[in-house]
Nanobody, 126 residues
Framework: QVQLVESGGGLVQAGGSLRLSCAAS????????MGWFRQVPGKEREFAAF????????YYAGSVKGRFTISRDNAKNTVYLQMNNLKPEDTGVYYC???????????????????WGQGTQVTVSS
């Protein structure tokens, strides 16, 4: 069991940057592969980024590759999403999620993550 709380969302102009944080409590944070997802009203939750337990394996959705950076600090029980060159289409509620066990090709599937934060709103204005 792990509890997740996101923070760092807000309103930013196109081209700006935000850094999201996800603080974990409960079971050892380093035991969980972590993902970031985002969702806009009326649409499915969309994969954004993944990081493995050790941080060695990292994957991004094509829509954010080159602009977003996922990282984790297991000593601080925190995962981050640095978002640069933000675009209006990046607007949405951003969620961090934790999975039990290895995900391999399923890292982009929301259903494979057992634990979710409450979400933090990111709004990018043009």
């Amino acid at each position: 069991q792990v509890q997740l709380v996101e923070s760092g969302g807000g309103l930013v102009q196109a081209g700006g940057s935000l850094r999201l944080s996800c603080a974990a409590s409960g079971r050892t944070f380093g035991s969980y592969p972590m993902g970031w997802f985002r969702q806009v009203p009326g649409k499915e939750r969309e994969f954004a980024a993944f990081i493995s337990r050790s941080g060695v394996s990292i994957y991004y959705a094509g829509s954010v590759k080159g602009r977003f950076t996922i990282s984790r600090d297991n000593a601080k029980n925190t995962v981050y999403l640095q978002m640069n060159n933000l675009k209006p289409e990046d607007t949405g509620v951003y969620y961090c999620a934790a999975a039990e066990g290895d995900l391999y090709r399923d890292y982009g599937s929301p259903g494979r993550y057992q634990y979710w934060g409450q979400g933090t709103q990111v709004t990018v204005s043009s």
